[in-house]
C-alpha cells in the first residue's frame, strides 16, 4: 500500500511538504497545480511551486525526507501542456501529475481542472499530448473526479485517461458540484477500477486508519491520497500504514514551531497568519488544543503576535 499526500492549492506548499513527510511516514507528495495557458513557464516559475526541483539529482525530485515530488499541470491546450511537461522533466520531477479535479470557480470558467469532466475527447488529447512528449519511462498520472455535474462521464473519462497512455489515474470520489461535502461515494472508484488496467489511486474523505480500511475495502483500491485527514493529523499516513498512534499535541506543537520557522522568513511572513490559522482549523478537527490555540490568535495579524503565542503555549 502507498499513501500520497495530495495536492492542495494554497496549502500543501514545499514548506508543508517538509514537514508533513518528515512525520507521515507518505510516499509521493503531488504540488499544487501550476496553471498551463498558452506558452512555457519559466524555470524560476517552476521553482517557485516546487522549490525541490533545484535538489533534484540523480534519485530525483524528493523533499529533504526522502519522498519523491511530482508536479502537477493544470491547461486545456494539449501541445502547451505537453511542452511544459517536457519542461518539468527536463528539471527532475519525479513523473507528470495531470489536474482534471479542481472544483474552483476561477479555474473551470478559464476551462481548467473538473470543467474538462464533460469532454472526454479533451481528456484523453490532453493526456496523449503529455505522454508524447516526455521519456518513455515517465510516469504519468492523472486526477479526476466522478464528473461535473453528474457521474454519467466517469468510467468514459476513466477509460479515456488510460487509452491515451496514462500510467495511473487517482479518483477523487466526488463530482465537482458535490465540491467536499461527505459522503465521498468510494463504491464508483470500485466501477471505474472495474473497466480499466491502469493502477487507481482512492481519494475522498479519509480522516482516519478506520477510513482508510473502509476506503480500501469498498473501492478495490491498494493505494489511497489524504489531503485534509494529513492536515487534522499530520503523521496519518504513518497511523494508515503501520497502525502507529496518532502524533500526540505536544509534537503537533513542535510542528506548528518549526512551520512558524520556516515560513516567517522573508517576505513570507505576510502570509504567514492566514496560513497558521487555517491549518489550526484542520487541526481542530482532531486536537481540542487547536482549539484553544485558534481561539487565542483569531484576532492576531502579525506573524510575531502569533508566533509569541505559540511559543508561550
Not at 515530488?69 to 495531470?98: C, F, H, T, W
Not at 468510467?155 to 470520489?173: F, P, R
Not at 491498494?222 to 505536544?250: C, F, H, Y
Request: aromatic share 8%; hydrophobic share 40%; charged share 25%.
Amino acid at each position: 500500500m502507498r499513501v500520497v499526500l495530495a495536492p492542495m492549492e494554497g496549502v500543501l506548499d514545499h514548506l508543508m511538504r517538509d514537514l508533513l513527510t518528515r512525520v507521515g511516514n507518505y510516499d509521493l507528495c503531488v504540488t499544487e497545480f501550476v496553471r498551463v495557458v498558452d506558452q512555457v513557464i519559466s524555470e524560476r516559475a517552476f521553482y517557485r511551486y516546487c522549490p525541490e526541483l533545484k535538489e533534484a539529482d540523480a534519485y530525483g525530485c524528493t523533499t529533504p525526507a526522502g519522498t519523491p515530488v511530482r508536479v502537477q499541470l493544470l491547461g486545456q491546450y494539449p501541445q502547451y501542456m505537453a511542452e511544459n511537461a517536457a519542461k518539468v522533466i527536463e528539471l527532475g520531477s519525479s513523473g507528470v501529475d495531470i489536474n482534471f479535479g479542481c472544483p474552483a470557480k476561477t479555474v473551470n470558467k478559464s476551462r481548467g481542472g473538473a470543467i474538462l469532466l464533460k469532454d472526454p475527447d479533451n481528456l484523453y488529447q490532453i493526456v496523449k499530448a503529455v505522454k508524447e512528449a516526455v521519456p518513455a519511462d515517465t510516469i504519468v498520472s492523472a486526477k479526476i473526479r466522478l464528473g461535473y455535474e453528474d457521474k454519467s462521464l466517469a468510467i468514459e473519462n476513466a477509460q479515456a485517461v488510460e487509452a491515451a497512455g496514462a500510467n495511473q489515474l487517482t479518483v477523487h470520489a466526488r463530482t465537482k458540484l458535490e465540491g467536499y461535502k461527505p459522503p465521498a461515494h468510494w463504491h464508483w472508484i470500485a466501477k471505474i477500477k472495474n473497466e480499466i488496467s491502469i493502477p487507481v489511486i482512492a481519494n475522498g474523505d479519509i480522516w482516519s486508519l478506520e477510513d482508510a480500511k473502509k476506503c480500501r475495502e469498498v473501492s478495490g483500491c491498494k493505494d489511497i491520497m489524504v489531503g485534509r485527514g494529513a492536515l487534522t493529523i499530520p503523521n496519518l499516513g504513518k497511523v494508515i500504514k503501520q497502525e502507529s498512534e496518532v502524533m500526540p499535541w505536544l509534537e503537533v506543537q513542535r510542528l506548528l514551531l518549526a512551520y512558524t520557522e520556516f515560513e516567517t522568513h522573508g517576505d513570507k511572513s505576510k502570509y504567514y497568519p492566514n496560513r497558521i490559522k487555517q491549518w489550526l482549523k484542520y487541526l481542530k478537527n482532531h486536537y481540542s488544543q487547536a482549539d484553544d490555540l485558534f481561539s487565542e490568535i483569531r484576532t492576531l495579524k502579525t506573524a510575531a503576535d502569533i508566533s509569541t503565542a505559540l511559543i508561550s503555549e
